[in-house]
């Protein structure tokens, strides 16, 4: 059964580094997105993304994230400047389209973000 | 801006017992609903979807349904197992016209099933 992977499983990283984080979502899939949850709290959106451009974001995607599908299968995170904040589970999640409008969900096993 | 809230946090039943999660959801404009099972320190696993227009949704001992005009959702687990212990998350995605896409989700619910 197709599904979606990530790498690393974790990663470490010091206050201040840059960290990108990768995503192989499921083939025929369309819609891609990004969300995290920091340790006992709810998972929280972060960006969804389509037909090459973020589709939606939100207020916590600032200026320190982007994303980018740079060929046919990946789709990364990269967090600019790390701060003790962003330690949190991040996941992964892919789409198919009905119409334009993104289906199920399906998410990955997620990269594990400790920043020291 | 959508809230979704899960009663009760936390469940402990014997092994065997049915048993219903709860789900409530503050914006009824959605789309669509998705019930997740997290184990501890994994991904989330994609358990039954409803469509907006859908009353309920089954697949083996799990049966989700929807109240869309009362902001509510319940997952029944019928018989449960040990292997059933998890966290159980709801999530909904509002109406295509609001331009939102992204999934809001529930504190979850913490099943325990004792052997």
């Known amino acids: 059964e197709p599904e979606v992977t990530q790498t690393p499983s974790h990663q470490v990283t010091q206050m201040g580094q840059e960290v990108i984080l990768r995503c192989v979502p499921i083939s025929n899939h369309l819609y891609f997105y990004w969300y995290r949850q920091i340790l006992g709290q709810k998972v929280e959106f972060l960006v969804s993304?389509?037909?090459?451009?973020?589709?939606?974001k939100s207020e916590i995607f600032d200026d320190q994230f982007s994303v980018e599908r740079p060929d046919g299968s990946n789709f990364t995170l990269k967090i600019r400047s790390t701060k003790l904040e962003d330690s949190a589970m991040y996941f992964c999640a892919s789409s198919e389209v009905q119409g334009s409008y993104p289906y199920e969900q399906y998410f990955g096993p997620g990269t594990r973000l400790t920043v020291t | 801006k959508q809230e979704v809230t899960q009663i009760p946090a936390a469940l402990s039943v014997p092994e065997g017992e049915n048993l219903v999660l709860n789900c409530s959801f503050t914006?009824?404009?959605?789309?669509?609903l998705q019930w997740f099972r997290q184990d501890p320190g994994k991904g989330l696993t994609s358990l039954l979807l409803i469509q907006s227009s859908q009353r309920e949704q089954t697949s083996g001992r799990l049966n989700a349904s929807l109240d869309k005009s009362s902001g509510r959702s319940t997952l029944y687990i019928a018989a449960s197992q040990p292997g059933d212990s998890a966290t159980y998350l709801c999530?909904?995605?509002?109406?295509?016209?609001?331009?939102?896409?992204?999934?809001?989700f529930g504190s979850g619910t913490r099943l325990q099933v004792q052997p």
């Open positions: 999530a909904v995605t509002l109406r295509a016209d609001t331009g939102r896409r992204a999934l809001t």
């Open positions: 993304f389509y037909n090459n451009e973020i589709s939606e």
């Open positions: 914006d009824s404009a959605i789309y669509n």
